[in-house]
């Protein structure tokens, strides 16, 4: 269940993107995504720190080693989720 919620997250924020930045986001490699860490990313972690997104964050959180866990780590399992659900809805 909670996977189904975090997804309703990930698509409410996949809907906020423009046309373009969907194109960029599923052009990407997976290597690339390091490059969304200080734009994108921040943002992320700056919504994670709020409060918002909740189901995302815990999705996220459970799929970091807790000796790993940081919201730099979580918000880079957000990217990549968010990256391979766009790749999966082409």
């Known amino acids: 269940m909670m996977e189904s919620e975090a997804r309703l997250e990930i698509e409410?924020?996949?809907e906020?993107?423009?046309p373009e930045d969907r194109k960029l986001l599923r052009d990407m490699?997976?290597?690339e995504l390091i490059q969304l860490h200080i734009?994108?990313?921040m943002w992320l972690r700056n919504q994670f720190r709020r409060g918002e997104?909740?189901?995302l964050f815990k999705f996220c959180f459970a799929r970091v080693r807790s000796?790993?866990?940081s919201f730099?780590?979580?918000s880079t399992v957000a990217i990549r989720e968010i990256w391979l659900h766009i790749r999966a809805t082409r």
Do not use: F, Q
């Open 12 to 14: 409410e924020l996949v």
């Open 16 to 18: 906020k993107l423009t």
């Open 29 to 31: 490699s997976e290597s």
């Open 39 to 41: 734009g994108y990313g």
């Open 53 to 55: 997104l909740p189901r």
């Open 67 to 69: 000796e790993d866990r």
């Open 72 to 74: 730099d780590a979580i």
